[in-house]
């Protein structure tokens, strides 16, 4: 089954470069030409990957990014107009898992959009029993059943620890700040103990990990945050 790819771009030339030059490579491509349009297409059509212009009509390339961060961990390429813009882009953590700009050449971008769909390795969506499921490697979330099992055996995880779990699943692969981690799982005004973060971290480990004092999975990006590791591949 060929991989699907939303395009979001307004620039006509681009569009029908990006048709072409994709299509050849065997991808089905879709089209939105405004940020309306990417959203509305996204939950339509549930692409692959999504190649998303930052300067678009009706609503931005970040919002759009937010947006479907909200609620899915598909591949996002920006692509910026120009490379000074791309600090910015990244300085404002959006979510997106590589960052491109105009002009771009069309080898080079396909070639990042495959390790950037190589490195999309969670499943999500409804199981055999109709609810929906996260699954990274061994660890199994049930998002309908608030559950979680490691290895097949079912795992009791504390509210907190489970949306610290669930954060870096969707996540996965990348590295969440500190910050970022805080912020979503108890709130923008958490006025509390850092070590809280740690400490939830430490409990996850125990309950995830083979071994807990060796962690593979869950791991430590020193003065930035932690990590859950995609499964090694064979
Ligand atoms: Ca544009």
Known sequence: MSERILVVEDEESYVEALQLGLAREGFDVIVARDGLEAVELFERETPDLVLLDVMLPRLSGIDVCRQIRQHSSVPIIMVTAKSSEIDT??????????????????????????????????????????????????????????????????????????????????????????????????????????????????????????????????TTVRGVGYRLNPPQRS
């Open 89 to 218: 882009v990244v300085g404002l953590e959006v979510g997106a898992d590589d960052y491109v700009a105009k002009p771009y050449r069309l080898r080079e971008l396909i070639a990042r959009i495959r390790v950037a769909l190589r490195r999309g390795v969670e499943v999500t969506g409804p199981n055999a029993s109709g609810d929906d499921v996260l699954i990274v490697g061994d660890i199994e979330l049930n998002e309908s059943r608030h559950s979680v099992s490691v290895r097949g055996i079912e795992v009791a995880l504390p509210l907190k620890e489970y949306d610290v779990l669930r954060l870096l699943m969707i996540n996965v692969g990348k590295v969440l700040t500190r910050e970022i981690l805080i912020d979503r799982v108890w709130g923008a005004d958490y006025v509390g103990d850092t070590k809280t973060l740690d400490v939830h971290i430490k409990r996850l480990r125990a309950k995830v990990e083979p071994d807990p004092t060796n962690p593979q999975q869950i």
